[in-house]
C-alpha cells in the first residue's frame, strides 16, 4: 500500500475540520476534501441528516463541487481525502469521477470499499482504478467516529 506523504496530513487536518463541522446538523462526521495542483477545491462533509438525502455522503458532495468548480466531470488531475474509508456508493462515484488517488483516514469494517470489506477502487476487472493511500491520521478520524457514537444523545435513528 502507498506511503503517505507529508501533504495528505494537512489535506487530512482539512477534512477533519469538514467531519467536525457535521456534527452541528447530527450528522456522522465524515469529511472530504478535493484537492488539485497542491490547493483544496471543494470541500463535502456528511449531511445526510440535515438535507434528508441517503447519498448525501462527503465524498459526493466533494466530488460534485469540485466538478463544478473545475468544469469538468473527470478530476484526472485530482486527489480525494476523506477521513473514513469510502463505501461502495462512493467508490463507484469516485471511479465514474476517474479520481486517481483516494487517501483516507479511519477503516470501515462494516461499509468499506477501498480494502476492508470491498476493494471496489483497485478492482482489476473495472475500467477505472484508483491508488489507495489509507490511514492518514487514522486515530483522529477514528475518534470523532467513536465518540459520535458512544454519545446516546447523538446516535443515528434505527434504520
Given amino acids: 500500500m502507498p506511503v503517505h506523504r507529508p501533504e495528505h496530513i494537512e489535506w487530512m487536518s482539512?477534512?477533519?475540520?469538514?467531519?467536525?463541522?457535521?456534527?452541528?446538523?447530527?450528522?456522522?462526521?465524515?469529511?472530504?476534501?478535493?484537492?488539485?495542483?497542491?490547493?483544496?477545491?471543494?470541500?463535502?462533509?456528511?449531511?445526510?441528516?440535515?438535507?434528508?438525502?441517503?447519498?448525501?455522503?462527503?465524498?459526493?458532495?466533494a466530488i460534485r463541487e469540485a466538478a463544478r468548480a473545475i468544469g469538468d466531470r473527470h478530476l484526472v488531475d485530482c486527489t480525494l481525502v476523506v477521513t473514513l474509508e469510502p463505501c461502495v456508493m462512493c467508490a463507484g462515484a469516485i471511479l465514474a469521477a476517474r479520481?486517481?488517488?483516494?487517501?483516507?483516514?479511519?477503516?470501515?469494517?462494516?461499509?468499506?470499499?477501498?480494502?476492508?470489506?470491498?476493494?471496489?477502487?483497485?478492482?482489476?476487472?473495472?475500467?477505472?482504478?484508483?491508488?489507495v493511500v489509507a490511514g492518514v491520521e487514522a486515530d483522529a478520524a477514528s475518534r470523532l467516529l467513536l465518540d459520535f457514537f458512544e454519545d446516546p444523545a447523538r446516535r443515528p435513528r434505527p434504520a
Fill in 14 to 61: 482539512r477534512a477533519l475540520a469538514e467531519a467536525s463541522a457535521a456534527l452541528a446538523t447530527g450528522d456522522v462526521p465524515v469529511g472530504a476534501v478535493v484537492v488539485r495542483d497542491g490547493e483544496i477545491v471543494a470541500t463535502g462533509r456528511n449531511e445526510r441528516e440535515r438535507l434528508g438525502d441517503p447519498t448525501a455522503h462527503a465524498e459526493l458532495l
Fill in 99 to 131: 479520481v486517481p488517488t483516494v487517501v483516507f483516514g479511519a477503516w470501515d469494517e462494516k461499509a468499506g470499499a477501498a480494502g476492508s470489506v470491498y476493494d471496489v477502487l483497485r478492482d482489476r476487472r473495472l475500467n477505472h482504478r484508483a491508488e
